[in-house]
C-alpha cells in the first residue's frame, strides 16, 4: 500500500502539490486503521492458498484505501474530529483554514475531506485495475455493487441521526448487515477466495458468515461507543448518543424505558453538548434496563447460525479455527 | 443508461428506499446534463467503427454517472443550490430536512449529497465492470487515474476559493488542463479509442487534443458564468465571482485593475450576498481594461494547436471535419 502510494504520489505530483497529501496525512490516517477488511481478504485467500500473493495484497491494499475513504465522508457526516486516535482529515483542513483565517473553516475543511475522500476512491480503483483480467471484472463488480449498497444503508443511518421516527429491530439488524456485514465482512470474505478461484458456493457460504459476523461486529462496536472511554478507543466519548445513532442499544432502551426516563433520554440523545455524566446517565440506564442481557441474547443466536456455517465449509480444523478466534476475538476486543 | 439504473434500483431495493431515489432524482438530475463527455466517448469511438457498439454505450453511460456524481460534490463545496436549471441534489435534501423540521438542514442536505456523489461512483464502476476483459483493466485504470488527478485539481480550486493567495496565470490554465481539459475532452476521446483498439500514438494525439480543447472550453464556461443569465445557463448569475473562483478572467481582471478598482473587486469577490448591479461592474470593468482580449489571445493560440493536432491524425476530410465543428461550437454556446 505505502509503494503504491508513493508511486501515486510522484505520479500525480505533476498535477499539484496537494498531491503531496497522499504520502503524508491520508497514508498517516489509512495506517492508524485496524486494517480487519484487508486482513480478512488475505485470511480468506490463505484459507484456499499457501502463501500470500502480490495480487492478494493489491486486493487487500485496495479494500483499505477505499475503506479509509468511506471513513473520511463518513467522519464529515458524522462532524467527528477524531478518529483512529487522531484529528479526522476534514479536521485537519478546518485548522489549516484557521491558521490561514479562511472565512468559513468548518465548510473549507468539509470541502476538502469530500476531495480526499474521492480521491481515495479512484486511487483505491486504480489499484485494483492491476488485478489480473481473469478475476478484475467480477472483483471490481462486486467491490462497486456492495459499496452501492453500504452507501444507501449510510444514507439510512444519517436519516436516522436526523429524524425522530424510531427504526424497529429488523430495520436496524438490517442496517447492521449491509453497512457492517455485507460490507465489512462478506465482501473481504468473498474476494479472497474469488481470488483464490473458488466455487460459487463456497462463496456464498462465506457470504453468509460474514453478514451475521458482521451484525455481532457492529453490535461491539456499538457498545464500546456507549462504554468505552476516549483514550483506548481513538473517538470522543458517546458519540453515537450525541448524533442520535439508532443502534440496537438505543432501541432496547427506549422500548424499557419509562414516560419518564423517555424524556430524561431525549434531551440526551442527539444533544450535541452533553456531559460526560449525562453519557454515565445512559450507561447505567442500559444496565438497569437489562438492555445488555436482550442484546447478548441476539449476539448469542448469530453465533449460533455463524459456527453452523462454519462446519459448512468442511475446513481442516486449523482453519475452522481462525474463524472462530476472530468470533472470540471480537467478544474481547475493547477499540 | 435508464435501463441499467431501473435494473440496480430493483437490485438495490432489497437494502432499503433510498433506493427509489436512484430511478427518481438521481436519475433526473443526470438526465438534464449536457452529456458531453457521454458523447464524446461515442464520438471517439465513431472515428475508428461504423455503429456505436452496447458496450461503448455502457462505457459512455458510466462516465456519465462519475461525472454527475463529481458535480453533485462540486455543488457541495461550492454551496450552489441549482445546477442543469433544477435544485442540486443536496438542496433537494436540504428542502426535504426542511419539511421534516430537522435540527440542521444544511448539514443534512450535504451529508446525503455526499453520499449520492459516492454511490453514483460505485454504480459508474460497477457499470465500468461490463466492459470485456480485453479492454477493462487499461480503461478502468485510466479512469481511475484522470479522476485522481481532476480531484487533485479540484482541491486546488477550492483552496483557491478560500485563499487570498493570488494563482499565477500559469497555475490556472494547469488546473484548466486537468480539471477540464484531461478529465472532459482527453479521458473520453481516449477512452473510445481504446474500446476500438487503437494505438497508443492515435491514443496520445487525441489526449493531446482533447487537453487544449478542454482549456478552450473552460475558457468558454467561465465567459458564461460570467455573463451569462440564469434562465439560460441555469445556475445563478455570477457564482464563480461569489466562490472567488480563480479564474483567468479574474486573473486579467486584477492584473490590470488600479488599487482604487482593486479595492471595490476585493469587496465583490467571494462575497456570497452581491447582487445583481456588482455582477455588472465587474462585467464592465472587464470589458474595459481589455481582459476579454488578452484571453482571446491565449484562446487563438490554443485553436491553432488543436488544429494542427486534428492534421496529424490523418483523418477523413469528414471525421476531421467532426473535431472542428466541435471547436466551432464551443465559440458559440452560451450554455
Known amino acids: 500500500l505505502e509503494k503504491f502510494l508513493i508511486e501515486e504520489q510522484k505520479n500525480l505530483s505533476k498535477v499539484n502539490s496537494w498531491s503531496r497529501f497522499i504520502t503524508t496525512n491520508f497514508f498517516d490516517f489509512l495506517k492508524n486503521g485496524k486494517m480487519i477488511r484487508g486482513s480478512l481478504v488475505l485470511q480468506s485467500f490463505l484459507f484456499f492458498e499457501d502463501n500470500i500473493s ?57 470541502s476538502m475531506g469530500i476531495s480526499v475522500g474521492d480521491l481515495g476512491f479512484f486511487l483505491g480503483f486504480e489499484l485494483l485495475s492491476q488485478i489480473s483480467k481473469k478475476y478484475f471484472n467480477e472483483i471490481s463488480f462486486l467491490v462497486s455493487q456492495e459499496l452501492s449498497k453500504v452507501t444507501l444503508a449510510q444514507m439510512d443511518d444519517v436519516y436516522g441521526g436526523f429524524s425522530c421516527h424510531e427504526y424497529s429491530k429488523e430495520k436496524i439488524l438490517s442496517i447492521y448487515r449491509y453497512k457492517t456485514g455485507r460490507y465489512s465482512l462478506s465482501l473481504p470474505f468473498m474476494l479472497g477466495a474469488i481470488l483464490a478461484g473458488q466455487s ?30 476516549s483514550e483506548e478507543t481513538g473517538k470522543p466519548v458517546g458519540s453515537d448518543i450525541r448524533e442520535n445513532k439508532k443502534t440496537l442499544y438505543r432501541h432496547f432502551l427506549y422500548e424499557a424505558s419509562s414516560k419518564k426516563q423517555k424524556k430524561e433520554l431525549n434531551i440526551i440523545f442527539g444533544n450535541k453538548d452533553i456531559n460526560i455524566s449525562q453519557v454515565e446517565n445512559v450507561r447505567t440506564l442500559v444496565k438497569e434496563l437489562k438492555v445488555l442481557e436482550k442484546i447478548e441474547k441476539i449476539s448469542d443466536q448469530l453465533t449460533i447460525l455463524v459456527k453452523n456455517k462454519i462446519e459448512e465449509l468442511n475446513f481442516t480444523e486449523n482453519k475452522s479455527q481462525v474463524l472462530l478466534d476472530f468470533l472470540e476475538y471480537n467478544l474481547r476486543r475493547n477499540k
Chains 1, 2 share one sequence.
Open 54 to 110: 502480490e495480487e492478494a495484497i493489491k486486493l487487500a491494499s485496495a479494500i483499505e484505501l477505499i475503506h479509509s475513504s468511506l471513513l473520511i465522508h463518513d467522519d464529515i457526516m458524522d462532524k467527528d474530529s477524531f478518529r483512529r486516535g487522531q484529528k479526522t482529515i476534514a479536521q485537519q483542513f478546518r485548522e489549516i483554514a484557521q491558521e490561514e483565517k479562511f472565512q468559513n473553516s468548518e465548510h473549507f475543511g468539509n
Open 200 to 229: 460459487p458456493k463456497t462463496i456464498t457460504i462465506l457470504e453468509n458468515i460474514g453478514e451475521n459476523m458482521g451484525v455481532l461486529f457492529q453490535i461491539k462496536d456499538d457498545k464500546i461507543n456507549l462504554f468505552g472511554e
